[in-house]
């Protein structure tokens, strides 16, 4: 959950004066509201002026005075209506109904900035704050200043929920660039929490569809296991020789089938080499996909509010980072290397927009452009750690994708040469980053694999010796 403190600089309005009109000419009803309302005694002058008005409806000056009455009665809702009914009638009283709504909504509007404030030490006054602020959108509803104070106290509160609706009025009415970031956020936490919870649900059985998913060819039988399990059942058989050709599986060679009946597959292994998947029907686990597709309503949502917002504000590096993460969590790579590209093509001094699309990049395996990118990131500011820590990250992702997408075929010295390239290019990096995350056994960890691989036995040792000394609290 983001933290939402906002510290209240809110600027306290000076209020209007007002004063009682005095006695004219008027009905028996109206004659004696006016002494009441001299003597302060407001529910029998609200009796008195509401005879007076269902005798006349018509008596613009009885519905004034009632809404005055209700005023000092604190029912607001009651003297906006009586308000309503006498400038229905005749505009005579339109000034001074202005200033009595805006004397009140004043001083709703500075107790609420002060409650607000006052919260900062103690937590009772976040209720007060709320009231007097709602206070402050009844009586002056196209006021942008009662619906940002009410949003930013719920938003202090931590019931995000509530802070939607004034943050709604805002965007709507005035595209506000603060109401357009915490919009975002909140639609997409929401996303974010139902996402979560759909993933706890249905954790094993989309660990398993992720597995049977994985299996591809190429695989070793251990790979295909250590995925899946041991098979149903499992056929040694010999390769067919072929006429006249001396190949490989000639002579020595194994052919192994293995069946998955509850996933549906048979694979074929030559020389512990996956070679065939056959596929015999889809395997479905019956996911519940209900808090998932729930999820993705609220990225609509947030998105709804973030496209736009980004184009309005395109410098606005919270709301570029938000509609990323949302792109993301609504699995639209695309659209979010698309936003991120156009940001950094627009803004090439921004390190933040230069380092997100690099590392949209690298979630895409577009290992070149992702370590570009972040070199631009380190050009801007050469202490922007996570950069240096991402770029370690390409250059190993980059060698192992070659040693895996490398064909059976390949010479292994090649190979070997290739990766080594890539991993030599990484430690640089990743021993900067260490520098700086020295507590961070993962990293440690990911150096121990890359110096064995470059036959560094003791910087191998020492990395792994840090990593375990970590995670024990040593």
Known sequence: MKNYRIL??????????????????????????????????WSKAEEQLLKDVQINPQDEEGWYLLGRVRAEKSDWAGMLEAFQQALKISNVHAKDIHDV???????SYNLGTKYLQGARDSSSYYPKAVAEFKRAVLLEPDSSMSYRGLAYTYLNMGTTDSAVAPLKTLWNRSKDEEAGKFLGEIYFENGEKLKESFENDNGGKLDTLKNVGSIEKGMTEEDVASALGQPDEKKAEQPPKEKGKRTVTQQGSTKDVWTYKTYGLTLTFVNDALTEKKVDFVYNPNVDSTKYNLAMVQFKKALDILVPATKLYPNNQSL????TNCYIAANMTEEASAAFKAAAANNPTNKDFQYNYGVILLRQNDYENAIAQFEKTLQIDSLYWNADYNLGASYVNWGVEIQNGAPQDSDPDSVRKAVSSKFEKALPYLERFSLHKANDPNLWELLAKVYAYMND??????????????????
């Open 8 to 41: 209240a600089a809110f600027i306290a309005v000076i209020a209007v004066g007002f004063a009682f009109v005095g006695f004219q000419c008027s009905s028996a009803e109206l004659t004696s509201a006016k002494l009441y309302m001299q003597r302060s005694e």
């Open 101 to 107: 709504t805006a004397h009140y909504w004043v001083q």
């Open 320 to 323: 570029m980072t938000e509609l």
């Open 457 to 474: 036995t003791k910087k191998a040792q020492e990395a792994i010796q840090k990593a375990d000394a970590l995670r024990k609290g040593n």
